[in-house]
């Protein structure tokens, strides 16, 4: 009963570990081979994408968008101010810029006119990260023009997004010319780390596959045209990606019954100001609000037994960046955004225990 609720749990079952024993029993390499064929053509059909191509994590394969965009050493990336490090990390890495642009207050997805003044002849890309499945509030049709017209490409970090669509009955993840899920421990679905990538476009998938398996020219071959990584997957991930694909739809359902319950619970608590969700196309990946008295409250619900995280502060404030600039929207959310325990099995008995926490702090009315 008084279990401590954490803020986040991955989810593995019976299910998981039966499949990693069958594998294991066979005679097997554990490279990636056939269980990766499989988890890549069940996420392709699921995000209704031509190709998926999965690598070793959710920040490399923002990075290997980036390499076959023909990004590096001077060139700049057009990031949100309001993400996981990883987002311009990934681009760093290549030696490029990350150039920050403050977020929308509803949706803390881009702003895309604060992107258009962000603009300059070195940007090659636009990196958009569909923040817990949201998408900006100018629709992604205005991202994919601006794009087209400035001769940019725009990758999609849809890492929190599997799951959410946007409102033409597209995946997030294939509006742009990249998409880049991640299936570390906190998302929908976890493979311990993993990440992929998902395009329409053919000639794309097939270099990304080439970059990622250290250039060769094809499978097994050491014929090297140029330089490539090491980037790959297990089969072991795989089997533990396959089991948690087949429990993705009870998931997302179940995301959205957990985001609502809170809506209903906490509407009397004006303390917490939870984010909006159009539950026909966003499966929220966490519980976001931004609270009243952030640092008391956490106190307060640990006491209680029950976890929370700040949401991701500022990139331009971090030390590795120290970049000067105001972005009041993503300063705001470093100062008052919190998650509140999120994970896929909470137990409405669970949740009523979180927001009967965070309204006795208050003293509101559950
Ligand atoms: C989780 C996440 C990543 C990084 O994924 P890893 O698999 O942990 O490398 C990148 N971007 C966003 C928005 C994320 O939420």
């Given at each position: 009963m008084n279990d401590f609720i954490m803020q986040m749990r991955p989810w593995f079952g019976v299910e998981e570990q039966t499949a990693l024993y069958d594998y294991m029993g066979s005679d097997v390499f554990v490279t990636e081979f056939k269980k990766t064929e499989q988890f890549e053509s069940m996420l392709a059909d699921f995000t209704g994408a031509r190709q998926c191509v999965v690598v070793n994590n959710g920040t490399i394969s923002l990075t290997l968008a980036a390499l076959v965009a023909g990004i590096g050493p001077g060139d700049e990336v057009i990031v949100p101010n309001?993400?996981?490090?990883a987002t311009p990390n990934s681009v760093k890495m290549l030696g490029a810029e990350p150039v920050f642009v403050d977020v929308e207050a509803a949706t803390l997805c881009l702003d895309i006119e604060k992107v258009r003044k962000a603009i300059t002849p070195k940007t090659k890309a636009i990196m958009l990260v569909s923040a817990n499945g949201r998408f900006p509030l100018a629709g992604i049709e205005a991202f994919t023009s601006l794009a087209k017209q400035q001769g940019l490409f725009l990758i999609e970090?849809?890492?929190?997004?599997?799951g959410s669509y946007y409102p033409d009955g597209?995946?997030?993840?294939?509006?742009?010319?990249v998409g880049s899920f991640s299936f570390s421990?906190?998302?929908?679905?976890?493979?311990?780390q993993g990440g992929c990538l998902v395009t329409n476009d053919e000639g794309l998938a097939a270099r990304i596959r080439k970059m990622k398996d250290f250039g060769r020219e094809s499978g097994g071959s050491d014929i090297h045209d140029e330089i490539g990584y090491n980037f790959k997957f297990t089969d072991i991930q795989a089997c533990i990606g396959i089991e948690q694909m087949k429990k993705l739809r009870d998931r997302i359902v179940r995301k959205k019954e957990i985001a609502s319950l809170y809506q209903k619970l906490l509407k009397d608590t004006p303390q917490v100001r939870l984010f909006d969700h159009d539950f026909r196309f966003t499966c929220p990946w966490f519980i976001d609000a931004l609270v009243e008295d952030r640092e008391n409250l956490k106190r307060h619900l640990k006491e209680k037994g029950v976890g929370s995280r700040d949401m991701y502060s500022p990139i331009n404030q971090q030390k590795a960046y120290q970049k000067p600039g105001s972005y009041p929207v993503s300063e705001k959310v470093g100062r008052d955004g919190l998650w509140l325990p999120?994970?896929?099995?909470?137990t409405d008995a669970e949740i009523s225990r979180v927001c009967d926490a965070v309204s006795q702090f208050y003293g509101t009315r559950i």
């Amino acid at each position: 009963m008084n279990d401590f609720i954490m803020q986040m749990r991955p989810w593995f079952g019976v299910e998981e570990q039966t499949a990693l024993y069958d594998y294991m029993g066979s005679d097997v390499f554990v490279t990636e081979f056939k269980k990766t064929e499989q988890f890549e053509s069940m996420l392709a059909d699921f995000t209704g994408a031509r190709q998926c191509v999965v690598v070793n994590n959710g920040t490399i394969s923002l990075t290997l968008a980036a390499l076959v965009a023909g990004i590096g050493p001077g060139d700049e990336v057009i990031v949100p101010n309001y993400t996981m490090i990883a987002t311009p990390n990934s681009v760093k890495m290549l030696g490029a810029e990350p150039v920050f642009v403050d977020v929308e207050a509803a949706t803390l997805c881009l702003d895309i006119e604060k992107v258009r003044k962000a603009i300059t002849p070195k940007t090659k890309a636009i990196m958009l990260v569909s923040a817990n499945g949201r998408f900006p509030l100018a629709g992604i049709e205005a991202f994919t023009s601006l794009a087209k017209q400035q001769g940019l490409f725009l990758i999609e970090d849809a890492a929190q997004s599997l799951g959410s669509y946007y409102p033409d009955g597209r995946h997030i993840g294939l509006a742009g010319d990249v998409g880049s899920f991640s299936f570390s421990a906190p998302k929908i679905i976890s493979t311990g780390q993993g990440g992929c990538l998902v395009t329409n476009d053919e000639g794309l998938a097939a270099r990304i596959r080439k970059m990622k398996d250290f250039g060769r020219e094809s499978g097994g071959s050491d014929i090297h045209d140029e330089i490539g990584y090491n980037f790959k997957f297990t089969d072991i991930q795989a089997c533990i990606g396959i089991e948690q694909m087949k429990k993705l739809r009870d998931r997302i359902v179940r995301k959205k019954e957990i985001a609502s319950l809170y809506q209903k619970l906490l509407k009397d608590t004006p303390q917490v100001r939870l984010f909006d969700h159009d539950f026909r196309f966003t499966c929220p990946w966490f519980i976001d609000a931004l609270v009243e008295d952030r640092e008391n409250l956490k106190r307060h619900l640990k006491e209680k037994g029950v976890g929370s995280r700040d949401m991701y502060s500022p990139i331009n404030q971090q030390k590795a960046y120290q970049k000067p600039g105001s972005y009041p929207v993503s300063e705001k959310v470093g100062r008052d955004g919190l998650w509140l325990p999120s994970y896929t099995q909470l137990t409405d008995a669970e949740i009523s225990r979180v927001c009967d926490a965070v309204s006795q702090f208050y003293g509101t009315r559950i």
